[in-house]
């Protein structure tokens, strides 16, 4: 802050005889235009530094509170700080935006383009050809057309094999069978049945929540004042008011689309459909107490798992908020974070979401006391922060590649030759490892020594030069990067020691991205008991798209046979249910409604 006491004062009137000066030149029009803009604004924003620092000044003789002054001169100086940098040059409009608002994505351009092979022009007026006649043309079209870029994806129409989730009704001709003669006047020939039929998509909309009012007669004896009321369709409970499909409902858009229970009672009020907000929330605790069973077995056999993918996010409890508020001076409270943690078994994956006070090292604390004995020590993976790490159970401990390489990525822009060297060795691991798709644990661990061992070994050798030749500055951001690798080589080299070791953390960040979503809508939990009802849905839900299961068939599926989840919830669990019963339930609920 001391150097911007000493940017000279300028004189406006300098600056108009300048640009008049100017506008006498040769410049041309364009020339000119920018000219002027550039000084103009260096006026600007040299009178903007002289005001902010006099009315600095000034705040400090006005009798405004302690906190008030402190807050108006924080904001002053932020501002001149944004505008020191740029003055300095030693921060870039791009730069700036990444360091208030964080960076967008981690994916980079490759600065390294492949060498054009040369060719000499006696080669090229070799190759010339005659002038083309008729078949020449349509094999240089032909070529032209196998040399057009491809079509980006996301574009185009998509095929019924798209939809899994359709409805399938066969639908049969009603004037036609196989075997008949062919209608058209001119034709002899017989009809016989294709085997892939035509398939046709319709696509309907309706509500989060339909209604269908059903008008009873009601007779009354004229001796006896009994009523009687006409039966209700078959299917239709004489007692309850909502239908499986609308709890499901209600959760799906609520947790798995993190629309917010009061969007949703807007919603259905323009619908003609209202349901209030702590009804709705009800109705989320219902589904929850029948999924709780299958939720408390999917822990018991997260806890025999192989890799334990786990880290945090923040949340907000506002009930958490109010004991905070309520501590004495000097107790120190802890933050609430959710836990979002993905298990890969043998041969499904399991999603659990657990928000509290606990940090993700104790929740997977809590959850390997329950594993079994006689297995093998899991693989815990995660970035390198201590809370993250279990402090009871033994664990292998596989650090995040990605981790490290966001360290780089952050940097590359005022480091891009140093980091351009790590960032590329780290790319052709990723290559490799996309090389072991559908291999063993074993066959890949082979793999992976067999060709990225010296990739990362050279790369090791290099960090190291780079200190031991001075050519970095430990306390520089390039220096403290490099220096992470080091200090945690072991743990990020892991996936070349341990078979079945991954090498990034992403199964839990994009688990987590579905919270951060929900969160940014929901903005916060008002008890621990929400936040439970939460986790628990939220871990059903994540869990059914981890092993491709259609999570609204599965939910319905478990709330008409609430009875027998609970007394067997393994014969309800994502990847042993039985795939015929929502089919069947989505056809009684349909026939209900008409």
């Not at 040769?26 to 620092?53: A, C, D, G, I, W």
Request: aromatic share 6%.
């Amino acid at each position: 802050m001391d150097k911007l006491d000493d940017i000279p004062t300028t004189d406006p009137a300098q600056i108009e005889q300048l640009i008049e000066r100017l506008k006498q030149t040769n410049l041309e029009p364009q020339e000119m235009t920018l000219l002027e803009h550039v000084l103009r604004t260096f006026l600007s924003l040299v009178s903007l530094l002289q005001e902010k620092r006099a009315s600095i000044k000034r705040l400090k003789q006005t009798n405004l509170e302690p906190q008030e002054m402190t807050l108006l001169e924080h904001v002053l100086r932020t501002f001149l700080s944004l505008v020191s940098l740029l003055q300095e040059k030693r921060a870039s409009i791009k730069r700036l935006k990444r360091m208030i608002f964080g960076s967008k994505t981690e994916k980079r351009k490759s600065r390294s383009k492949p060498d054009a092979e040369p060719q000499s022009d006696s080669g090229a007026s070799a190759q010339k050809s005659p002038p083309p006649d008729q078949s020449t043309t349509e094999s240089s079209a032909s070529a032209e057309a196998l040399e057009a870029p491809p079509q980006p994806c996301g574009h185009g129409r998509k095929g019924p094999e798209d939809y899994p989730g359709a409805k399938v009704i066969r639908l049969f001709h009603t004037k036609l069978q196989a075997g008949d003669h062919c209608p058209n006047p001119d034709c002899r020939g017989c009809l016989h049945r294709l085997k892939k039929p035509s398939p046709k998509i319709y696509l309907t909309g309706h509500p989060v929540v339909s209604a269908t009012r059903y008008d009873r007669e009601v007779l009354r004896c004229t001796q006896c004042q009994a009523y009687f009321r006409a039966e209700l369709p078959e299917g239709v409970p004489e007692k309850g008011k909502y239908d499986p499909t609308a709890d499901v409902a209600i959760v799906m858009f609520k947790y798995g689309a993190g629309l917010p229970f009061y969007r949703q009672a807007r919603l259905q009020e323009s619908c003609g459909v209202s349901v209030a907000e702590s009804v709705q929330f009800e109705r989320c605790e219902v589904v929850a107490g029948v999924v709780l069973a299958v939720y408390k077995l999917l822990r018991r056999l997260g806890a025999d798992g192989r890799v334990f993918h786990s880290d945090d996010t923040t949340v907000v409890i506002l009930a958490c908020v109010r004991e905070d508020k309520a501590l004495e001076e000097g107790e120190k409270n802890r933050a609430t974070q959710t836990t979002g943690m993905v298990i890969r078994c043998e041969r499904w994956m399991i999603a659990l979401y657990e928000s509290g006070r606990r940090h993700s090292g104790e929740n997977l604390d809590r959850l390997l006391e329950k594993r079994s004995e006689g297995l093998e020590t899991p693989i815990q993976v995660g970035d390198a922060a201590s809370s993250n790490w279990s402090r009871k159970s033994e664990t292998i401990e596989s650090k995040c590649v990605a981790h490290g390489r966001r360290k780089l990525t952050d940097i590359e822009e005022s480091f891009p030759v140093e980091c351009e060297e790590v960032l590329l060795g780290l790319a052709k691991v990723y290559g490799i490892e996309a090389e072991t798709k559908g291999m063993s644990e074993a066959e890949r661990l082979a793999h992976h020594q067999t060709h990225s061992q010296s990739i990362m070994d050279e790369l090791r050798e290099w960090i190291e030069a780079q200190f031991r030749e001075r050519r970095v500055e430990p306390n520089s951001a390039l220096g403290k990067s490099l220096q992470y690798w080091l200090n945690h080589w072991e743990g990020l080299t892991r996936f070349l020691s341990v078979a079945g070791a991954p090498l990034d953390n992403n199964l839990a960040e994009q688990a987590l991205k579905r919270f951060v979503l929900f969160r940014k809508n929901s903005l916060f939990y008002k008890t621990p008991h929400g936040a439970g009802v939460g986790d628990i849905l939220l871990s059903v839900i994540e869990t059914c798209r981890l092993n491709e299961v259609n999570a609204w068939e599965y939910l319905v599926m478990l709330m008409r046979n609430a009875a027998r989840v609970k007394e067997d919830p393994s014969a309800f669990l994502p990847w042993n249910y039985a795939r015929g019963e929502p089919a069947e339930a989505a056809e009684e609920a349909e026939a209900r409604a008409a």
